[in-house]
């Protein structure tokens, strides 16, 4: 497989993103793997691997970067109270859908040049922060987005003018949503809402509960990993992305 660290050159800067991708017989189609609110490290690098070696090309960019390279925290980020934890939710709570939009479609024209990337529809799946930034790149690009997948997304039923609710309609690729049973940000009234929104979208994907498992369940390093439910999660993107890019 094929591996690298470059910049991708944005209205805002440069955006240190990991691609990856197999070796042979491409074209692959163009994955957007969007990060968790803890950023970019090596457990993200391995679940993009995973997805480049079943034939995908995976972009994994660093969407902290238009605060400096030093935006990669130490193992401790989760801990509440640590300098980690502090240094990046100073980043985080300044992050919104627009900007994030803008690098997608940067993304979008950086993934058009390349060689080993299959023109056309591409797929995207964001986990914890980035599951709205998922879904709304499928209802700002439905021409481009084939298929987004949300997995834990944050806040996705809100009053904010941005709530990742008002855009189902709007998307025509495929969407699946994926919720934990124990996801304080993420309640279950918000997700039995969403749900009906869902159904009276008329978009033909699934919102699916993960029972008995809690917010963050697909990171190997996580506390909360559940194994059967990180690999229910692998067969169910895997087999969005084959329907709907091959």
């Known amino acids: 497989m094929q591996e690298q660290i470059l910049d991708i050159k944005t209205r805002a800067g440069a955006m240190e993103t990991f691609i990856c991708h197999p070796d042979r ?27 480049g070696t079943v034939g995908y090309y995976v972009v994994l960019p660093n969407l902290y970067y238009r605060a400096g390279r030093d935006t990669k925290y130490g193992p401790d980020v989760l801990e509440k109270g640590s300098a980690e934890q502090a240094r990046m939710r100073s980043v985080r709570t300044k992050m919104t859908i ?23 529809l591409v797929g995207t799946h964001g986990y914890c922060m980035s599951g709205p930034y998922s879904l709304a790149a499928a209802a700002r690009f439905p021409d481009r987005v084939g298929a987004a997948a949300s997995f834990y997304g944050t806040w996705l039923v809100s009053e904010n003018e941005e709530s990742p609710h008002l855009t189902l309609a709007k998307a025509k690729g495929e969407l699946y949503i994926a919720c934990a049973e124990h996801d304080e940000l993420a309640p279950l009234p918000m997700v039995e809402e969403l749900k009906g929104l869902f159904a009276k979208s008329g978009n033909g994907g699934e919102l699916e509960m993960y029972m008995g ?18 690999e229910r999660h692998w067969e169910r993107l895997i087999a969005l992305y084959r329907r709907r890019l091959g």
């Open 98 to 120: 627009p900007p994030v939009m803008e690098d997608f479609a940067d993304m979008l024209a950086f993934v058009d040049t390349q060689k080993a990337a299959k023109p056309g």
């Open 25 to 51: 017989g491409g074209p692959h189609p163009v994955i957007f793997m969007l990060m968790d609110a803890p950023g970019i490290r090596e457990e993200l690098y391995d679940m993009a691997r995973r997805l």
């Open 213 to 230: 498992v809690h917010h963050g369940f697909a990171f190997p390093q996580r506390w909360c990993y559940d194994k059967a439910g990180a």
